[in-house]
């Protein structure tokens, strides 16, 4: 009678065990399909100089392409807190926050102390603006851009001195529209 006894709640137990992996199961996926906008994907992107009308004037010598390996995030990543890849930016990677339709997007304050290279960048990958060595946690006003961007891109502070990068440059990677060929 107790071995009886003992199986019948043996068997209820282990039916509610099921039940209870089951339901972590479906917490577990529903917490990563919720975090699957905050994923970033890996690219490369690249810097091309656009010469201003003295250098071509003067026929300088065109600056360097510069290529950076970057952490492409969507335009949710705006609401974090922290990006934690912003505080140990090297002179090879970066961060881009894309934005689905260009917009004007105000500059994020998130408790990120390092200081960085913040970039504005057009549809096309023109850089509209650059802010340099912003530390993003200690922001106190609206820091916003003059027209719809189509990304920020962050970059070691310091990087954008040290490389000679300008607005008019142009970033190549494929969440760029590029500006068709004109020749004047």
Do not use: C
Request: proline residues 7%; glycine residues 4%.
């Amino acid at each position: 009678m107790l071995a009886i006894r003992l199986r019948m709640n043996f068997k209820r137990l282990l039916g509610s065990w099921r039940i209870s992996a089951l339901l972590a199961l479906l917490l577990v996926a529903g917490a990563a399909t919720a975090q699957t906008s905050l994923i970033f994907e890996r690219a490369k992107i690249r810097i091309d100089a656009t010469p201003s009308a003295k250098e071509i004037k003067d026929n300088v010598e065109p600056r360097a392409t510069l290529t950076y390996s970057v952490e492409l995030r969507p335009e949710s990543a705006l609401n974090l807190e922290n990006i934690h890849t912003l505080n140990i930016l090297t002179p090879t990677t970066g961060v881009i926050i894309a934005f689905n339709a260009p917009s004007i997007v105000s500059l994020p304050a998130m408790k990120v102390y390092t200081p960085v290279d913040v970039l504005f960048v057009a549809e096309d990958g023109a850089i509209l603006q650059i802010m340099p060595k912003v530390v993003l946690g200690e922001i106190s006003q609206t820091l916003q851009a003059k027209s719809p961007i189509k990304a920020l891109l962050f970059l070691k502070a310091g990087e954008v001195e040290a490389r000679g990068i300008r607005p008019h440059d142009v970033i190549a990677g494929h969440i760029f529209t590029p500006a068709p060929n004109v020749q004047e």
